[in-house]
């Protein structure tokens, strides 16, 4: 059973840093899409990144390009995104969520994507 547990986001001052951590569980081989997403209170759950977890493909929003990265950590089966130069309009709780099956015609950003997600993790950009 595939498994993504969240950590770290948080509060922080608009410009600075948070990061959040999805810890991956339950796949049988290292092969699987990965999106973070987030959800601001009355909106829709967008995108904001995306990769392969054998490399190659990293997508990101419009929004957030140039301010966040995704990278891994194999050792501990972990992926982050480190959000910098945060605005307070990223206020959101965000999400993990993966995948083995690349939909043809949806986007990597895309939740119907996506089959498992993690609990969500607060992050909290004060102006």
């Known amino acids: 059973q595939v498994q993504l547990v969240q950590s770290g986001g948080g509060s922080v001052q608009a410009g600075g840093s948070l990061r959040v951590s999805c810890t991956v569980s339950?796949?049988?081989?290292?092969?699987?899409?990965m999106g973070w997403f987030r959800q601001a209170p009355g909106k829709e759950r967008e995108g904001v990144a995306s990769f392969y977890s054998r490399g190659g493909i990293r997508v990101y929003a419009d929004s957030v390009k140039g301010r966040f990265t995704v990278s891994r950590d194999n050792a501990e089966n972990t992926v982050y995104l480190q959000m910098d130069s945060l605005k307070p309009e990223d206020t959101a709780m965000y999400y993990c969520a993966t995948t083995v099956r690349r939909r043809a015609g949806l986007s990597l950003l895309a939740r119907q994507t996506y089959d498992d997600w993690g609990q969500g993790t607060q992050v909290t950009v004060s102006s």
């Open positions: 339950g796949y049988t081989s290292d092969d699987y899409y």
